[in-house]
């Protein structure tokens, strides 16, 4: 649902959470945790950032998967596109409504 996605963008955190999957996707909820740090300084613990990421999964822009007794989020920009989509129909004529 479009509000689900808007509110999960939002946030700043769930933003740049965003971007280090845009770089490299396939992250576990450590290696998310450590580039936050290391990048951006965000000291939020990982309970903290395990939350961001639920929002974001329940939004449909992560959908993680286990390999082994690890988990891995990735990168899902299909709700990004149908909202675009939404709003910018490139296929629509000018005289519809």
Not at 37 to 63: C, M, Y
Request: aromatic share 6%.
């Amino acid at each position: 649902m479009a509000e689900d996605v808007f509110k999960a963008l939002a946030d700043p955190t769930r933003r740049r959470i965003l971007d280090e999957l845009v770089e490299r996707d396939g992250q576990s909820l450590f290696e998310i945790c450590t580039r936050l740090v290391t990048k951006h300084g965000l000291g939020l613990s990982r309970q903290a950032i395990s939350q961001h990421l639920a929002v974001l999964e329940s939004a449909g822009l992560v959908v993680t998967r286990r390999e082994g007794r690890y988990k891995f989020h990735d990168l899902n920009t299909e709700p990004l596109e149908r909202i675009m989509t939404r709003w910018l129909r490139p296929d629509r004529p000018e005289d519809t409504p």
